[in-house]
């Protein structure tokens, strides 16, 4: 079954696979490795870097999601919250966990306490033959490591670089995407308008999507070019 540490909210509902879109062939590849080792573990380790709405927690929270559909365990924990009362133990016997998703994990990177309870965790998830994936802002290599142990446990972790959707067709695909997984269809002339004119990045773009997805359910519209100039106000 899914385990989750207590959270202000749970899995977002359209934090899939089938809605993450790689601009580049390299995470395309990356993405289908990483479900292929969920579906069939053999102790490997992940490191998503990228910055702030590149899609990290998306991946993260997809995995879980991708276990929890096939009855597998896993924990997800989001170590850069400052609300969750975290200590280094935390990390002790999730080796036992089919999968195991940090968030943030960079922001321990030099507290020796937690560096050491990191490097454990990478080892014997490894032994145990279950799959760790982490997420950070950093390369790895850009990591201020301060145990030996954790810089050498992290030569089977396989990095992997998220980058900003920028191409204009990939954003309306995942925004079609997105919007299909919620139960609304958004045109291609929406969508086409959309990141032309109203907004470039995936994560504003997601605000505005959801905007659209209330007004749509309020007004019992759909989301025609007018009806969406009008929400907006332009």
Request: charged share 20%; with cysteine; hydrophobic share 45%.
């Amino acid at each position: 079954m899914y385990v989750q540490m207590p959270l202000k909210m749970g899995l977002r509902d359209d934090a899939n696979f089938e809605t993450f879109v790689a601009q580049e062939e390299s995470v395309a590849v990356a993405m289908n490795v990483l479900q292929t080792h969920l579906s069939k573990p053999r102790g490997t380790g992940f490191y998503l870097a990228g910055d702030e709405g590149v899609g990290k927690t998306h991946i993260l929270q997809a995995a879980c999601r991708f276990m929890t559909e096939r009855n597998q365990a896993s924990v997800y924990l989001p170590l850069g919250d400052r609300h969750l009362p975290l200590i280094p133990d935390v990390l002790s016997g999730l080796e036992q966990t089919a999968l195991v998703c940090l968030d943030d994990v960079d922001t321990l990177i030099g507290k020796k306490a937690w560096e050491s309870a990191l490097a454990n965790l990478i080892i014997k998830s490894s032994v145990q033959g279950n799959t760790l994936l982490m997420a950070g802002t950093r390369a790895i290599g850009d990591w201020p490591i301060v145990v030996p142990d954790l810089a050498k446990s992290l030569v089977s972790v396989l990095p992997v670089k998220l980058l900003p959707l920028s191409d204009k067709a990939e954003l309306i695909v995942a925004l079609q995407r997105h919007s299909l997984k919620r139960g609304f269809e958004l045109p291609d002339t929406v969508g086409d308008y959309l990141v032309k004119h109203v907004a470039q990045r995936l994560p504003e773009l997601m605000r505005i999507l959801h905007v659209l997805e209330e007004a749509s359910l309020v007004e019992k519209r759909r989301l025609s070019l007018s009806f969406v100039k009008s929400v907006l106000g332009i």
